[in-house]
């Protein structure tokens, strides 16, 4: 993924200031959710308060704007457990 994981005070990237969802909807729509939602968790093990809010804003914004954005309790576990093992792996 191309988008940097740090937050900002806003929700826009460098990139041409577009809004960050409008950017994740446009290069993967389908998964643009998911991303946002990895974001944040990888933010939120981090300790990182501030992007864990920003992705998880980032992330109910791409299911407001977007009509075909997968939104799935388990992949989401998935995603939350995969960033949980990826810590660990780093850690030790």
């Given at each position: 993924m191309r988008i940097s994981d740090g937050s900002?005070?806003?929700?826009t990237s460098g990139a041409v200031g577009r809004p960050m969802p409008r950017r994740l909807i446009e290069e993967?729509?389908?998964r643009a959710y998911y991303s946002a939602?990895?974001?944040a968790a990888r933010s939120r093990k981090q300790g990182d308060l501030a992007g864990y809010r920003h992705w998880?804003?980032?992330a109910s914004e791409?299911?407001?704007q977007s009509g075909v954005?997968?939104?799935d309790r388990a992949v989401l576990q998935r995603?939350?457990?995969?960033?949980s093992a990826t810590?660990?792996?780093?850690?030790g």
């Open positions: 900002s005070d806003g929700a993967d729509e389908p939602q990895r974001l998880a804003k980032v791409v299911a407001r954005a997968e939104m995603i939350v457990d995969e960033e810590d660990r792996s780093r850690a």
